[in-house]
């Protein structure tokens, strides 16, 4: 069974930092990018990174840009999200996906088909 | 950044019934959007991809429509599990953002 489980949320004062984890199984995980989404109480999903399978390319949303750092640990079918400088805004549930797609008509179709349960993460003092 | 707005916000409907959740991107993005279902307290699980084909293992009464700017994503004949709240994305470029939701209640 394909499945993604997030580790590392909690309780943090602004400022401060947190490592999340998300562990992979029953799929190829090199052979995926990966993505982290996060969920603000009461609000909608927001994109925050991704990193691809290989090589490893990462992309940030601007309102994470240089405090967040994705990673990924092929070896060990884990991607990471290194939070620092934390904000009371970055407060929200963060889940990991995976990424995949699908040709039609020769086009790719990026897509987020699978998701873990999700960590939350709380910023404040 | 491409804006993903959604319509209505919040839809009441019976069981059985028939609705339609619009979507519009702020510049045309094709076919490169995906819909999500998510209940309280779950993950999002994706329902649509490429707006119009169906993600294996999610039932045939939901469906996908467009391309450009304008998506739409109906449900026909409404059964207690589709209570949720059902998101857009669009997968054109980065970042890669989401509508605000439809929360679609009883």
């Known amino acids: 069974e394909v499945q993604l489980m997030e580790s590392g949320g909690g309780l943090v004062q602004p400022g401060g930092s947190l490592r999340l984890s998300c562990a992979a199984s029953?799929?190829?995980?090199?052979?995926?990018?990966m993505r982290w989404v996060r969920q603000a109480p009461g609000r909608g999903l927001e994109w925050v990174s991704a990193?691809?399978?290989?090589?490893?390319?990462?992309d940030y949303a601007d309102a994470v840009k240089g405090r967040f750092t994705i990673s990924r640990d092929n070896s060990k079918n884990t991607m990471y999200l290194q939070m620092n400088s934390l904000r009371a805004e970055d407060t929200a549930i963060y889940y990991c996906?995976?990424?995949?797609?699908?040709?039609?008509?020769?086009?790719?179709?990026?897509?987020?088909?699978?998701w873990g349960k999700g960590t939350t993460v709380t910023v404040s003092s | 950044d491409i804006q993903m707005t959604q319509s209505p916000s919040s839809l009441s409907a019976f069981v059985g019934d028939r609705v339609t959740i619009t979507c519009r991107a702020s510049?045309?993005?094709?076919?490169?959007l995906n819909w999500y279902q998510q209940k309280p307290g779950k993950a999002p699980k994706l329902l649509i991809y490429?707006?119009?084909s169906l993600q294996s293992g999610v039932p045939s009464r939901f469906s996908g429509s467009g391309s450009g700017t304008d998506f739409t994503l109906t449900i026909t004949t409404l059964q207690p599990e589709d209570f949720a709240t059902y998101s857009c994305?669009?997968?054109?470029?980065?970042?890669?953002?989401f509508g605000q939701g439809t929360k679609l209640e009883v």
């Open positions: 996906a995976k990424r995949t797609f699908t040709v039609r008509t020769g086009i790719h179709y990026y897509y987020m088909d699978v």
């Open positions: 029953g799929f190829t995980f090199s052979s995926y990018a």
């Open positions: 990193i691809t399978g290989s090589d490893g390319t990462t």
């Open positions: 994305q669009q997968s054109y470029n980065i970042p890669y953002t």
């Open positions: 510049q045309s993005i094709g076919s490169y």
């Open positions: 490429g707006a119009s």
